[in-house]
Structures are given as structure tokens and as C-alpha cells.
């Protein structure tokens, strides 16, 4: 083991020991950024540098259920990403469903798709259902896949089931604008029945949310980290739980 290593991880258990799991977020966001970025820093190609990505997630799944973390959403895929030319797209898409799988097989996490099914070749489509009917009952971390995923999608795609589901029952147009409000659109969001992320996490060096989680992130704590995804390491996912729990939160008051 190198020199550096050792001090980190030595700087890790120390963190951790000064962690109050009782203040740990419930659920995180995770905005996994800089695999083409870090590919590009290491020599390696842009495939090279998704897989790490990808390799990296089961890792850091382990260390929220080392800190009693509930619910993790993986930004995966952006609905932007779509646009991307299909030689890089597909490789893509097959390292998404090759981890996704890899997931659902692993036996310890529940795997839920967020995202715009429509949207996504069938064969990814495919992987994503079968995933979430295999894990359906396990009792484990809740595992948000982002595959095809963007905040104002999400919001339409929520108005547009809310105003499917009152066109079936009858309900008018005033009649809806009468009682309409936050609540009736939660319902209908991809994350509907879970808790808001207490904690967004982005990578990279990039400040920005960029269509993350828009309704649900109103209250989040935000916590951006300099490294790229694919180089993130536990001693980086303590510093952002004890910076976390190192804040007064005011949800707005």
C-alpha cells in the first residue's frame, strides 16, 4: 500500500469516528460527474472513463449503508445525453445496463428507475423493468437509477399524468384549478412516496444543478466536490456528510 493511501485511509476512519449518524442525510442525490473528464486526465478513452464511473457506484452504495443512508438517486443519464453521437451513446447505454444489472444481482439494494421510459432504446428499457421487478422486495438501500432523466421532464410528465388521471375521473378544467396544488403533482413525480434528498451531491468541480431533482431539491443541502466520479473517494463522501450535518437547516424559515 502507498504512503498516500494509508493517510487517507487513516484520514477516512478518523472522520468517520466524528460522524453523528443520527444527523446522516435519509436520502442522497448523486450528480456523477467527470468520467470523460477523468478518461480524458488519464489517458484512457471515453468509454474507458464511463466504466470507471460505473465501478465506482457499488462502492459508494456500501459506504451509505456503513452510514444508515435510506435512498440514493444516481444521476446516470440526462435526457441531454440522449443527444450524444451514438458511437459514444451505445457503448454507454451498455455499461448503464450492464451496472444495472449488476445491482439488481447483487441482492442488497431495491432498484427503482427514474426517468422517461419512453425515451430509451427498448433493450435498456427492458433491463430497467426486469432490475426493478427483481429487487421489488428487497429490504435494502433504495437505489434511484436517473437513466433519461431531467428535472423540467419530470415536472411535464407529472402535469401530464395529474391531467390524464382527473380527464378519466370527469373532472373540469375549473374544477381542477380549484383544488390544485403542491401535493397533487408530488404525487405524480417519478420519486413519488419517498422523502426529498436531504443532500445533493455533485462532482467534478461543476456548481450547478443542471436540471437535477428540481421539484424535489428545493430544500437540499448542496454539496459540490472537486474530484471527478470516477476518482471519488470515501474520505471525499465523509467530508460531504460532515459538512452536511455541520448545518443548520431552516427548510425555508
Given at each position: 500500500?502507498?504512503?498516500?493511501?494509508?493517510?487517507?485511509?487513516?484520514?477516512?476512519?478518523?472522520?468517520?469516528?466524528?460522524?453523528?449518524?443520527?444527523?446522516?442525510?435519509?436520502?442522497?442525490?448523486?450528480?456523477?460527474?467527470?468520467?470523460?473528464?477523468?478518461?480524458?486526465?488519464?489517458?484512457?478513452?471515453?468509454?474507458?472513463?464511463h466504466q470507471a464511473g460505473a465501478d465506482k457506484?457499488?462502492?459508494?452504495?456500501?459506504?451509505?449503508?456503513?452510514?444508515?443512508?435510506?435512498?440514493?438517486?444516481?444521476?446516470?443519464?440526462?435526457?441531454?445525453?440522449?443527444?450524444?453521437?451514438?458511437?459514444?451513446?451505445?457503448?454507454?447505454?451498455?455499461?448503464?445496463?450492464?451496472?444495472?444489472?449488476?445491482?439488481?444481482?447483487?441482492?442488497?439494494?431495491?432498484?427503482?428507475?427514474?426517468?422517461?421510459?419512453?425515451?430509451?432504446?427498448?433493450?435498456?428499457?427492458?433491463?430497467?423493468?426486469?432490475?426493478?421487478?427483481?429487487?421489488?422486495?428487497?429490504?435494502?438501500?433504495?437505489?434511484?437509477?436517473?437513466?433519461?432523466?431531467?428535472?423540467?421532464?419530470e415536472i411535464a410528465d407529472a402535469v401530464r399524468?395529474?391531467?390524464?388521471?382527473?380527464?378519466?375521473?370527469?373532472?373540469?378544467?375549473?374544477?381542477?384549478?380549484?383544488?390544485?396544488?403542491?401535493?397533487?403533482?408530488?404525487?405524480?413525480?417519478?420519486?413519488?412516496?419517498?422523502?426529498?434528498?436531504?443532500?445533493?451531491?455533485?462532482?467534478?468541480?461543476?456548481?450547478?444543478?443542471?436540471?437535477?431533482?428540481?421539484?424535489?431539491?428545493?430544500?437540499?443541502?448542496?454539496?459540490?466536490?472537486?474530484?471527478?466520479?470516477?476518482?471519488?473517494?470515501?474520505?471525499?463522501?465523509?467530508?460531504?456528510?460532515?459538512?452536511?450535518?455541520?448545518?443548520?437547516?431552516?427548510?425555508?424559515?
Amino acid at each position: 500500500m502507498k504512503l498516500r493511501d494509508l493517510v487517507y485511509r487513516l484520514y477516512a476512519r478518523r472522520v468517520e469516528g466524528r460522524l453523528d449518524h443520527d444527523a446522516s442525510p435519509k436520502h442522497i442525490g448523486v450528480i456523477l460527474d467527470g468520467n470523460r473528464r477523468w478518461a480524458k486526465a488519464s489517458g484512457g478513452t471515453t468509454e474507458q472513463g464511463h466504466q470507471a464511473g460505473a465501478d465506482k457506484i457499488s462502492e459508494m452504495l456500501g459506504w451509505c449503508t456503513e452510514t444508515d443512508v435510506e435512498v440514493v438517486t444516481l444521476w446516470m443519464l440526462s435526457t441531454d445525453n440522449l443527444d450524444r453521437p451514438e458511437v459514444e451513446l451505445r457503448p454507454l447505454l451498455n455499461i448503464i445496463e450492464n451496472t444495472v444489472r449488476g445491482l439488481a444481482a447483487d441482492g442488497r439494494w431495491r432498484v427503482h428507475h427514474v426517468g422517461n421510459l419512453d425515451i430509451l432504446p427498448a433493450q435498456t428499457q427492458s433491463v430497467l423493468k426486469e432490475a426493478e421487478q427483481a429487487t421489488h422486495d428487497v429490504d435494502g438501500i433504495l437505489v434511484n437509477v436517473a437513466v433519461g432523466y431531467g428535472g423540467r421532464q419530470e415536472i411535464a410528465d407529472a402535469v401530464r399524468s395529474l391531467l390524464l388521471e382527473h380527464a378519466e375521473k370527469g373532472t373540469s378544467f375549473e374544477e381542477l384549478a380549484e383544488i390544485l396544488d403542491i401535493d397533487h403533482i408530488a404525487e405524480h413525480l417519478y420519486t413519488r412516496g419517498q422523502p426529498d434528498p436531504d443532500l445533493v451531491i455533485r462532482t467534478s468541480g461543476e456548481q450547478r444543478l443542471s436540471g437535477f431533482m428540481l421539484w424535489q431539491s428545493a430544500h437540499s443541502e448542496y454539496y459540490f466536490c472537486e474530484v471527478f466520479w470516477p476518482a471519488f473517494r470515501k474520505v471525499d463522501f465523509l467530508r460531504a456528510l460532515r459538512d452536511y450535518a455541520a448545518r443548520h437547516r431552516r427548510y425555508g424559515a
